[in-house]
């Protein structure tokens, strides 16, 4: 493909809102995630990455319709390093009806729909003030930032589990050479919820430590909370770093557990490589999908020294962040361009001993050194693959 501009982005997690916060608590090795609960109802011990300021958030009155959690993390993330006026302004270029919204999520503002739950009548109806159509339903992330932001393009929401805002990228590259659109705003919105709690302890994937990717004593994977974006145009007028390439496969080994080999890790991390027109050994750093779950973090030391062997250096930031879900794969796009803009590939923190059985090289230091290409993988449930891979704006 030929490299498609990024000419801004953002990001907003449990380590603050903006760039410069999320660059100096990875440079620290600082950790956004804390042990408390979530919502009153919750009776889960475990490791929460929460954006507190969310609920300082209040949507214009034209969009009070969509007032639910999951879109004021949206409208949050809009604000940060004043992407929202960036958007603005490529609309203003291109044409509001030329730049498209694709939204990766996982539950969406499925926590609205609890709160109705708790709400019922006497004959168990939902009450009348329950939104589904602005708030729960899937579509809602995407229809809220295209209404905030006055833009009359196409839009969509991809949901494939926590694969869903790295994918997005490929929509919009793909929309683009089509001449569908000049510019997309790509990215995702995932807020907690009791669904995904309850749902990951069903799942024995919830540890009750703090997450330990790559660890030899890692238990599972902590929850997070996030948004984040970034603007892709045809012919910028600025550059803040480039998509070089997408992959993209769907391996359907198992409902929820990873292909033991990493296969249709492989396949993604190839084709992007390929679509990059790239030989592995040009990436300079891989921000890794690392869960932190002991099947997860195995299959993928062995897809990724599969393509790469065992130097090229790697991390997993869930440990800063929690895992993100439905955002992760847009949270980890922005960490990657911020180490390619710093010269600075983030660390792995919360490891105590390093597995023996895992055989990537695992930054447990931030590595310092000018970083020209970085890649960043992201799988979900059922085998949904994807691996974006990024160039410096230099």
């Not at 009153?40 to 214009?60: K, M, N, P, R, S």
């Not at 603005?88 to 939204?103: D, E, L, P, Q, S």
């Not at 109806?125 to 209404?147: I, K």
């Not at 990951?200 to 994937?205: D, G, N, P, V, W």
């Amino acid at each position: 493909m030929k490299p498609l501009a990024i000419t801004d982005y953002t990001l907003v997690t449990a380590l603050g809102a903006g760039r410069n916060a999320t660059r100096a608590a990875l440079r620290a090795g600082r950790s956004g995630l804390a042990q408390r609960g979530f919502e009153t109802a919750t009776a889960i011990e475990t490791w929460l990455g929460i954006v507190d300021t969310v609920d300082e958030i209040t949507l214009a009155p034209a969009l009070a319709a969509f007032e639910c959690r999951n879109n004021r993390l949206a409208e949050l993330g809009l604000r940060a390093d004043g992407f929202g006026d960036a958007v603005r302004a490529a609309a203003a270029r291109w044409g509001a009806t030329r730049v498209g919204v694709f939204i990766g999520t996982s539950t969406s503002g499925i926590l609205q729909t609890e709160i109705a739950y708790r709400h019922r009548d006497a004959a168990g109806a939902l009450p009348a003030t329950l939104d589904y159509d602005h708030t729960h339903n899937t579509y809602s992330a995407a229809r809220y930032v295209r209404e905030a932001l006055g833009l009359r393009g196409p839009a969509q929401v991809v949901s494939t589990a926590c694969s869903s805002s790295a994918k997005v990228f490929a929509t919009a590259q793909r929309m683009i050479d089509a001449g569908l659109v000049d510019a997309a705003v790509v990215g995702g919105v995932d807020s907690l919820c009791l669904t995904t709690l309850y749902g990951f302890r069903s799942l024995e994937l919830l540890s009750d430590e703090v997450c330990r990717p790559w660890d030899a004593a890692r238990k599972g994977l902590s929850l997070g909370e996030a948004a984040a974006y970034a603007l892709l145009e045809r012919e910028p007028k600025r550059v803040a770093g480039w998509l070089l390439g997408a992959g993209e496969s769907s391996d359907g080994y198992h409902m929820s557990s990873p292909h033991p080999e990493g296969a249709g890790a492989v396949a993604a991390i190839e084709a992007a490589l390929g679509q990059a027109g790239l030989a592995s050994d040009r990436v300079d750093y891989l921000n890794l999908h690392g869960t932190g779950t002991p099947g997860n973090d195995a299959a993928e030391d062995r897809a990724v020294t599969t393509v790469f062997g065992r130097t090229l250096p790697c991390s997993s930031t869930k440990g800063s962040t929690g895992h993100t879900l439905g955002a992760a794969g847009a949270v980890e796009a922005a960490i990657c361009l911020i180490a390619l803009e710093a010269g600075e590939a983030p660390a792995g923190i919360n490891v105590i001993t390093p597995d023996p059985a895992l055989h990537a090289n695992y930054l447990r230091e931030p590595l310092r050194r000018p970083l020209e290409v970085a890649a960043s993988n992201s799988f979900g449930f059922g085998g949904s693959n994807a691996c974006l891979i990024f160039g410096a704006a230099r």
